[in-house]
């Protein structure tokens, strides 16, 4: 496709106009349903509910359209992540995942994939060039990774990966399809968790798979079928209804965020601070050159784990939670999960709260401290 992302995102809410028929309801209708009216040759229909759905169609066509390519959707970003693992992998492959990103495909590797006699190694996000990928069947890469915001180059990785015929997977849940283009960067599969900002209101689970290679679509596709983790369908049109708001919540998320990193970071509690768009972040050079914008995730290091606490539980609009990309900024100390970072290392997830008042709040808890 040669539209910008924004025509993209301009044409996001028209897609269903184009099926419409006289007298149709303009939003999209919730089809609970496990079974359809299916007399006669099967074909070309909607056959069972764990084969297809009209209101997931209607989520994927959406999730495709912003990526260029065919989405599949899963009932959370994990269950898109198993599809990958489990739908293209063998006995006798060998994956290598990133040390710093997200834990759970870790520990899924170990705990489900090694048993089965699948291989991985784990590096650092920074360093993922060094050392080759020679002798991977896949390349799972997470840039920004979650939680410490370090960036890896999606084309050269996809490069080096090609030449020694291995396939590579971006997870591309902390920036969405507005920040970020793996497919465009030469990634064969994206990932990502629409649990954050694509559905946006913490209300849903949901993640999907996109990707422009046939082959590895149909795959993913058997795989959820024949394995049953479907999306719900009401969870589809919460998704579908969320998506059409993304790009502006996008937006403001990303705005704020650039407005309050550089003022955070010259704060004088705050220690170390990561965010890809500071000029002086170690991530700004790369960032600037594979996305679109630069998130609205910051990583800060506050005095001690009770800085931490206090700073977060204290703040009148940081909502204390896991997860990110919800309408309300949230944070949390990640060493709580046992992730390698300092006992005070917050990740804060800036919302759509109006951006000054956003910054009253957050340097009136810092303050306290
Ligand atoms: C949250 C997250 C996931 C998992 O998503 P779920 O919907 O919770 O299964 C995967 N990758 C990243 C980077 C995430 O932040």
């Not at 739908?87 to 089965?116: I, N, W």
Request: hydrophobic share 45%.
């Amino acid at each position: 496709m040669t539209d910008s992302p924004a025509a993209r995102a301009a044409q996001l809410a028209h897609l269903r106009r184009r099926k419409l028929v006289k007298g149709d309801p303009v939003p999209l209708p919730l089809t609970m349903a496990s079974i359809f009216n299916l007399p006669g040759d099967p074909a070309g229909f909607s056959q069972y509910g764990r084969f297809d759905n009209p209101t997931w169609d209607a989520a994927e066509e959406m999730l495709g359209h912003l990526e260029d390519a065919t989405a599949i959707a899963f009932p959370s970003g994990m269950a898109a992540i198993s599809a990958i693992f489990f739908g293209l992998l063998k006995t006798g492959d060998r994956v290598l995942l990133p040390s710093d990103g997200y834990y759970t495909p870790r520990v899924l590797a170990e705990r489900f994939l090694k048993p089965m006699g699948i291989a991985f190694d784990l590096r650092p996000t920074t360093t993922y060039l060094d050392g080759g990928f020679d002798g991977y069947r896949m390349v799972f890469v997470e840039t920004p990774s979650n939680p410490g915001l370090d960036i890896c180059d999606i084309a050269a990785v996809s490069a080096a990966a090609h030449a020694v015929g291995a396939i590579v997977v971006a997870d591309n849940t902390t920036m969405t399809p507005y920040g970020q283009l793996p497919l465009d960067l030469g990634a064969d599969l994206v990932v990502a968790a629409d649990t954050k900002a694509p559905n946006g209101h913490s209300d849903v689970l949901f993640g999907h798979v996109t990707s422009r290679d046939a082959a590895a679509i149909a795959a993913i596709k058997d795989w959820r079928k024949l394995s049953g983790a479907i999306p719900g369908p009401f969870e589809a049109w919460l998704l579908h209804r969320g998506l059409e708001t993304l790009e502006i919540r996008f937006d403001r998320m990303c705005s704020s965020a650039e407005i309050i990193a550089p003022r955070l970071r010259d704060h004088p509690k705050v220690g170390a601070l990561r965010f890809p768009g500071l000029p002086d972040d170690p991530s700004h050079n790369l960032a600037s050159s594979q996305m679109q914008r630069f998130g609205f995730l910051i990583a800060m290091t506050l005095g001690s784990q009770a800085e931490a606490d206090a700073f977060v539980n204290g703040c009148s609009l940081i909502q204390p939670a896991t997860s990110f990309g919800g309408v309300h900024t949230s944070a949390e100390r990640r060493a709580r999960w046992g992730d390698a970072v300092a006992p005070g290392f917050v990740r804060l997830a800036v919302g759509c709260e109006p951006t000054e008042e956003l910054w009253a709040a957050i340097e009136t808890s810092l303050d306290a401290l």
